[in-house]
């Protein structure tokens, strides 16, 4: 059963740099061509996507977020993580991590399929 | 403002049919497939719809997924007290290289 947990620090400072973590259990992020992905979703507003990461480390973008974030994977912890720099007031939502899935249909195809719990990050001084 | 159009609400009592617009375009929708995903407030998205058309394992046939150029349709029939929830579409855009969400449409059972 494959489970997805974020995690982090739940109050970052403006200018600073918000840096997530999503741990994976029940599957192998290192083996099975999946991509992993981050979605935030501001209080009250719908949902945006940030980016996305391929097994192997290949990684797309959100072009409005694509100068300050990075994301990464290190599949010998089985984790992906979000980093995203010079924050302000505008990036404080619930961020979700997520698979997409699934492995029978062309990346563009695919959906987000299982998802994190989800966590609050505020950014405020 | 969304690449994906999607009407800011729609209501229903409970056994009728409602549906669920995303209009998009030719870089979108009209070239990838869509998805749907329900979200009840305080909760995770969860996904409903697909490939267009296409159920996860679990979730009712009372949801279906259609698509015609560019735009696309989440159908609820006999909708229930527990449909009601926000409900986004998505999709790759060729243009941005990247995925796009619809703003969400809030369903209200009557």
């Known amino acids: 059963h494959l489970q997805l947990r974020e995690s982090g620090p739940g109050l970052v400072r403006p200018s600073e740099t918000l840096s997530l973590t999503c741990a994976v259990s029940g599957d192998s992020i290192s083996t099975d061509p999946y991509y992993w992905g981050w979605v935030r979703q501001p209080p009250g507003k719908g949902l945006e996507w940030i980016g996305s990461?391929?097994?192997?480390?290949?990684?797309y973008y959100n072009p409005s977020l694509k100068s300050r974030v990075t994301v990464s994977v290190d599949a010998s912890r089985s984790q992906f993580s979000l980093r995203l720099r010079s924050v302000t007031a505008a990036d404080t939502a619930v961020y979700y991590c997520a698979r997409l899935g699934p492995l029978s249909v062309p990346a563009a195809m695919r959906s987000f399929d299982h998802w994190g719990q989800g966590t609050l990050v505020t950014v405020s001084s | 403002q969304s690449l994906l159009t999607q009407p800011p609400s729609t209501s229903g009592t409970p056994g009728q049919r409602v549906t669920i617009s995303c209009s998009g375009s030719?870089?979108?929708?009209?070239?990838?497939?869509v998805s749907w995903y329900q979200q009840v407030p305080g909760t995770a998205p969860k996904l409903l719809i697909f490939t267009d058309d296409q159920r996860p394992s679990g979730v009712p046939d009372r949801f279906s997924g259609s698509k015609s150029g560019t735009s696309a349709s989440l159908a609820i029939s006999g909708l229930q007290s527990e449909d009601e929830a926000d409900y986004y579409c998505a999709t790759w855009d060729d243009s941005l290289h990247g995925f796009v969400f619809g703003a969400g449409t809030k369903v209200t059972v009557l």
């Open positions: 030719s870089s979108n929708i009209g070239s990838n497939t």
């Open positions: 990461i391929f097994y192997s480390g290949a990684t």
